[in-house]
């Protein structure tokens, strides 16, 4: 065993004990159905306590790398073929059942919005008026690559961020930047405008069946398109969530492809598990996902503020092709979310949604 706990590190034991475990099940040092160095070794050689090895190994299995077997430890979930996931063969059966719309409480707290509206207006008087800068205010740009980074794993600059009027608008946008003659895939079932977006624009698209893991491998491989569009979190309207092999898939389609992955995120930050889902922009390592989300759930719908994030690859192309586009965002409601993200109150309304969620869910399981 090589794990090491690096104490001088401002990150918990317990992600750098999960990392390093993860990169050697991805990088095949666990097979699948192998079972975990034990909770007691693996503390002892690492020299932290048994319940930091189990939040670390919950981890894993909360994003689909091992599963708890009880009396006899972790076993390893996660394959990563050459091919496409055998893995995948378990899940051919399409999801065709419709889960009702989940209906969020989880809106900012208001008294907290106005407060910090005020204190914008105050900050920045006469330039809350001013024209917003076509990707976005860079307060607003700054911000959201600092939260990502520090919270999704995401390391992005300023510049590879652009600010945009809900989800809607960046389906458009992405097509504006990619191209029309390119064709798509997309989840099915899958959230409504998705379809409607894509058929106003006038592309071709495919409709991927997903099965309990995500979309089905045989469809995946099948399709010629170049582009594919999911929703990897929690994919609308089925409530189907990729597992982590399954997402790795989807990253090497896109690389034998040359393909461009638009991973919708929408949601992903209300999972009750303890650590939030990693991303397929993190996981790719060739530029092949531009990452997508909103603040409709998480501050308000009303505010009608999405972002997308571009890999470094496509930022010439988008100065290019759609770089003139007028930003769709006021610069007074840009400013707010800056603000509301730098001070901290954006990741501490997170965190109580999250306990609220996961102590309803013991609730309700218990």
């Excluded at 400013?335 to 969620?357: D, P, W, Y």
């Amino acid at each position: 065993m090589k794990y090491i706990i690096d104490r001088g590190k401002n990150v918990p034991a317990y992600l750098q004990l999960y990392t390093q475990v993860k990169d050697d099940i991805i990088s095949g040092m666990y097979r699948p159905g192998e079972k975990l160095p034990s909770k007691r070794l693996t503390a002892q050689e690492t020299g932290v306590s048994t319940v930091t090895v189990e939040h670390a190994y919950g981890l894993l299995c909360d994003e689909g790398y091992a599963e708890a077997h009880e009396r006899s430890g972790y076993v390893v979930i996660f394959r990563s073929d050459d091919g496409f996931m055998a893995s995948a063969e378990r899940s051919e059966t399409a999801v065709v059942a419709e889960y009702p719309p989940h209906v969020s409480e989880s809106s900012f707290p208001f008294p907290l919005l106005a407060k910090t509206m005020r204190k914008v207006q105050n900050d920045f008087g006469e330039r809350i008026l001013e024209r917003s800068p076509n990707a976005g205010c860079p307060e607003l740009r700054t911000e959201i690559s600092r939260y990502l980074e520090r919270s999704r794993g995401i390391k992005s600059a300023p510049e590879q961020i652009i600010i945009g009027s809900g989800s809607e608008y960046l389906y458009g946008f992405t097509v504006d930047l990619l191209g029309r003659d390119r064709k798509y895939a997309i989840e099915s079932p899958s959230y409504k405008k998705i379809e409607q977006v894509y058929g106003m624009c006038g592309v071709k698209f495919d409709k991927l069946p997903l099965g309990k893991d995500g979309i089905i491998s045989r469809y995946l491989k099948s399709t010629d398109a170049s582009v594919l569009h999911i929703s990897p979190y929690r994919s609308f309207p089925s409530g189907v969530t990729a597992s982590a092999s399954k997402r790795h898939e989807y990253i090497r389609w896109a690389e034998k492809k040359d393909g461009i992955i638009i991973e919708d995120d929408f949601e992903s930050e209300f999972s009750v598990s303890k650590k939030p889902e990693e991303t397929l922009f993190a996981l790719s390592e060739n530029g092949n996902v531009i990452y997508m989300n909103t603040f409709s759930k998480t501050l308000s719908p009303s505010l009608r503020v999405g972002y997308m994030v571009l890999p470094k690859r496509l930022t010439e192309e988008y100065q290019k092709k759609v770089g003139f586009y007028s930003c769709s965002v006021p610069t007074f409601i840009q400013l707010v979310v800056a603000e509301i993200i730098g001070s901290g109150n954006f990741e501490r309304h997170i965190n109580r949604e999250r306990r609220k969620k996961r102590k309803e869910l013991l609730q309700t399981n218990g």
